[in-house]
């Protein structure tokens, strides 16, 4: 991969041969940009929600983690967060991966933690409607986090590692929180801040809700979609 990538860099491949590159977000665009992809070819285009969960303003208390259970994802982060908390503040775990019996082990002992396992995705969208937000603890480079744009459409604000495209996605202090990643004695204090503060972090959600509408339905996406065909074929043909 390396030789080929090395290659064409020296052809001028992905310079005079491709007309536009699709990025996810404007993190990885710098990203690529960084790697030598040409900046007047790089547009952004984020991914959305084929089935809008609809808007739920009221909520049952709890936080809620979807995830696939890996050391990536940063549910033990997660875990050690609420072992800090030191008080029963509800959270339900979902997901599967190669971390579900450490998950399943170390809720046992921590009050107020439900580990639940895989649920189809109708009965997830049930779930964020009635939290009151998602924890987004990852701690890698994510290309997106379709998960949190879900979470906005119910109107649940998202309490995010401030890192990569997870960072972008979400407004620290209008759309959720963002707290250092790796660093559960910071999520903590995030999760309490939100405890503490139901209407604030409820206004959030609002505001959650609106950054759904203005970006990630699909008729935004399929309209921004046709603008970078428009300006590719304009590329091709120029």
């Given at each position: 991969?390396?030789?080929?990538?090395?290659?064409?860099?020296?052809?001028?491949?992905w310079s005079?041969?491709?007309?536009?590159?699709v990025?996810?977000?404007?993190?990885?665009?710098?990203k690529?940009?960084?790697g030598g992809?040409?900046?007047d070819?790089l547009f952004?285009?984020?991914?959305?929600?084929?089935?809008?969960?609809?808007?739920?303003?009221?909520?049952?208390g709890?936080?809620?983690?979807v995830?696939?259970?890996?050391?990536?994802?940063g549910?033990?982060?997660?875990l050690?967060?609420w072992?800090?908390l030191g008080?029963?503040?509800?959270l339900?775990v979902?997901?599967?991966g190669?971390l579900?019996s450490?998950?399943?082990?170390?809720?046992?002992?921590l009050?107020?933690?439900?580990?639940l396992?895989y649920?189809p995705?109708?009965?997830?969208?049930?779930l964020?409607?009635r939290?009151r937000?998602?924890?987004?603890?990852s701690?890698?480079?994510?290309?997106?986090?379709?998960?949190?744009?879900?979470?906005?459409?119910?109107?649940?604000?998202v309490?995010?590692?401030n890192?990569?495209?997870?960072?972008?996605?979400?407004e620290?202090?209008?759309?959720g929180l963002?707290?250092i990643?790796?660093?559960p004695?910071d999520l903590?204090v995030?999760?309490?801040?939100a405890?503490?503060?139901?209407?604030?972090?409820?206004?959030m959600?609002?505001?959650?809700?609106k950054?759904y509408e203005?970006?990630?339905?699909?008729?935004?996406?399929?309209?921004r979609?046709?603008?970078?065909?428009?300006?590719?074929?304009?590329?091709?043909?120029?």
């Amino acid at each position: 991969v390396a030789a080929m990538t090395g290659l064409h860099r020296l052809l001028g491949t992905w310079s005079t041969k491709v007309s536009a590159y699709v990025t996810l977000t404007e993190f990885a665009r710098q990203k690529f940009i960084q790697g030598g992809l040409p900046a007047d070819k790089l547009f952004v285009k984020p991914n959305f929600v084929v089935q809008d969960p609809g808007y739920n303003h009221e909520q049952d208390g709890y936080f809620l983690f979807v995830g696939r259970l890996i050391q990536e994802k940063g549910v033990l982060t997660l875990l050690d967060a609420w072992e800090k908390l030191g008080y029963a503040i509800p959270l339900k775990v979902v997901g599967q991966g190669p971390l579900a019996s450490e998950a399943r082990r170390r809720v046992t002992v921590l009050t107020g933690v439900e580990y639940l396992g895989y649920r189809p995705l109708s009965e997830v969208h049930h779930l964020l409607k009635r939290a009151r937000a998602l924890i987004f603890p990852s701690q890698c480079y994510e290309t997106f986090g379709r998960v949190v744009v879900e979470a906005f459409a119910a109107g649940k604000p998202v309490i995010a590692a401030n890192l990569g495209a997870a960072g972008e996605l979400v407004e620290h202090g209008k759309t959720g929180l963002h707290f250092i990643a790796r660093d559960p004695a910071d999520l903590a204090v995030k999760v309490l801040w939100a405890w503490n503060n139901p209407e604030q972090f409820a206004h959030m959600g609002l505001q959650a809700r609106k950054e759904y509408e203005a970006k990630y339905t699909a008729e935004r996406n399929y309209a921004r979609l046709m603008e970078i065909y428009t300006v590719a074929k304009g590329m091709a043909t120029a």
